[in-house]
Structures are given as C-alpha cells and as structure tokens.
C-alpha cells in the first residue's frame, strides 16, 4: 500500500521537464532529485517531501528515452505516479528500476492536486481519501510485481541469482 497527497501535472509531461537535460552529466540520484520538474514547478522539490504521489494526464514521460527520469522522481521520494498513460519506454524504466506506476484515467480526472489517496499495487484499487472514491487501475502481472517489490530489475535478478 502506498498513502500520500498528490501533486497533479496535465498531460504529455516529458523527459526533458522530468529532468531537465543539463544535468545529465551525473547519474547521482541525490542530485538529480534537486533539479526534478524544477522547470515546470519550482516547488516541487519541497513539495515531494510530503506528498508522495503524481497524477498526470495522457502521455507521461514523452520524449528521449532517458533512464533520469524516473530515477529523479523515486529519488526525490514521490513513491507512485499515476497517469492516463505512460510513454512507453517511461513505462518500461519506470518498472527497471522499481519505481511504481499506474494507468487510471478515470482516477487522474478525478483526483486534484493535494487529495490524500492510497494506492494498494496488489489489487490496482486507487482510493480518493479525500473524496471517499474508489477507482481500479489495471494491476501488474506477478513477475512485475516483484520487480518492484525488489527495487528494480537489477535487484529482482541478483535475488533469483542467490536462489
């Protein structure tokens, strides 16, 4: 289960807002937390130490295939993000590297930006604290579960390797 207050973004936010691409010179996950959407929300940084959560439209992480990105958001603490939908290589660095995801468009209509919402990964049951609504999102199959539930593809294949 994941609990938090969102912060809400419109649709097609891409890599290059995630993290912009002049600090692509470090792979620091501290340092590129710093700089994570501080080109379209200059409060970000603060905010993500007490909300947990982004609910963003259609399309999010669009753009280069950078793996910044998502490890910038995990970094910076936000512990999901929903969206109506996901680039796809977003998509597929997001789960590499363990960081939650969910496709509810109905939710993101819904959901504004500071509602408390608990997310339960298991079911894909997304629930609006705020407003006393309930949503259901797609979930993972088992295998990504896992990943995610390791931290990571990389972390998911050294605990098979020790089985």
């Known amino acids: 289960m994941i609990s938090g207050k969102v ?6 936010v891409d890599t290059d807002v995630i993290i912009p691409a002049r600090y692509l010179n470090t792979s620091d996950s501290r340092e590129l937390a710093k700089h994570c959407m501080e080109d379209i929300d200059q409060s970000f940084s603060d905010r993500s130490k007490t909300h947990k959560i982004i609910a963003a439209g259609k399309n999010f992480g669009c753009g280069s295939s950078r793996e910044h990105a998502p490890v910038a958001i995990k970094a910076s603490g936000i512990e999901c993000v929903i ?11 997001s789960i590499n590297i363990g960081l939650p995801i969910m496709e ?3 939710a993101v209509s819904d959901i504004e930006d500071g509602d408390e919402i608990s997310i339960d990964l298991i079911s894909g049951e997304i629930t609006n604290i705020s407003k006393n609504r309930k949503y259901k999102a797609e979930p993972f199959p088992e295998f990504m579960q896992e990943i995610i539930k390791s931290g990571g593809l990389i972390k998911y294949i050294e605990s098979q390797i020790r089985k």
């Open 104 to 106: 509810c468009a109905e």
């Open 83 to 93: 969206a109506e939908s996901f680039a796809r290589i977003f998509y597929r660095n």
């Open 7 to 12: 912060i809400k973004y419109g649709e097609n």
